[in-house]
Each structure stands twice: as C-alpha cells, then as structure tokens.
Nanobody, 127 residues
Framework: QVQLVESGGGSVQAGGSLRLSCAAS????????MGWFRQAPGQQREFVAA????????YYASSVKGRATCSRDNAKNTVYLQLNSLKPEDTAVYYC????????????????????WGQGTQVTVSS
C-alpha cells in the first residue's frame, strides 16, 4: 500500500507557473505508475498527465500538452507536475494517483485504473 501527499499548489496569475509535488510513502514506489488528475467545482475529475514506472513514458491531456511536464525521482519517492503558462481554466484541485503494475513502460489515463489517491492540492489561476 502507498500513501500520497500532494503539495505545491497555490494562487497565481495567468501566465505563471507552479510545480506540484506528490510524495509517496513506502519502499515500493518504483512499483507504481503515477498519474495526475484535476477536478474543478461541479465537474468530474479529469486526467492531466501520466507517467510510467520507469519515468520513460509520459502522456498528457490535450488541454495541458506543451505546458505540463511530469517527472519522477524514485530515490525521493516523489513525482512532480510542472505547469507553465497557466490559464484560469486550469483552476482545480489537483490529485496524484498511483497504480501498482509489473509494466515498466505502461501509463494509465483513467481514474478506475488507479488504486491510490492523494488528498489533493488547490491551484487557482486568476486572469
């Protein structure tokens, strides 16, 4: 089992940047593919970015592609989401998620595919 704690959210103006972090507990972090999702008020949770166990495979939602970079540091049990050129429509609670997998290169893009979730961190972008 793994516990996830997000941090790094905040309030920024449009065009700004934030780096979100997700720290995982346990010694088996390398066994998990990771993902980032977000949920705005009144909306369903949506996929943002995914990262394989190895970190060599990534996938991004079209809404953030070119503005987001997802990476992981397995030595620190941490996954990151760098968000640049932020827009007001990026405002949401951002969640990281983990899925245990034997595959080193697969990534996952839907909420049912993930077993563990963090509590979320708020990102607010003002115009």
């Amino acid at each position: 089992q793994v516990q996830l704690v997000e941090s790094g959210g905040g309030s920024v103006q449009a065009g700004g940047s934030l780096r979100l972090s997700c720290a995982a507990s346990g010694r088996t972090f390398i066994s998990y593919a990771m993902g980032w999702f977000r949920q705005a008020p009144g909306q369903q949770r949506e996929f943002v970015a995914a990262l394989s166990r190895s970190g060599g495979s990534t996938y991004y939602a079209s809404s953030v592609k070119g503005r987001a970079t997802c990476s992981r540091d397995n030595a620190k049990n941490t996954v990151y989401l760098q968000l640049n050129s932020l827009k007001p429509e990026d405002t949401a609670v951002y969640y990281c998620a983990a899925r245990s997998t034997y595959s080193t290169d697969n990534y996952y893009t839907t909420t049912p595919q993930y077993q563990y979730w963090g509590q979320g961190t708020q990102v607010t972008v003002s115009s």
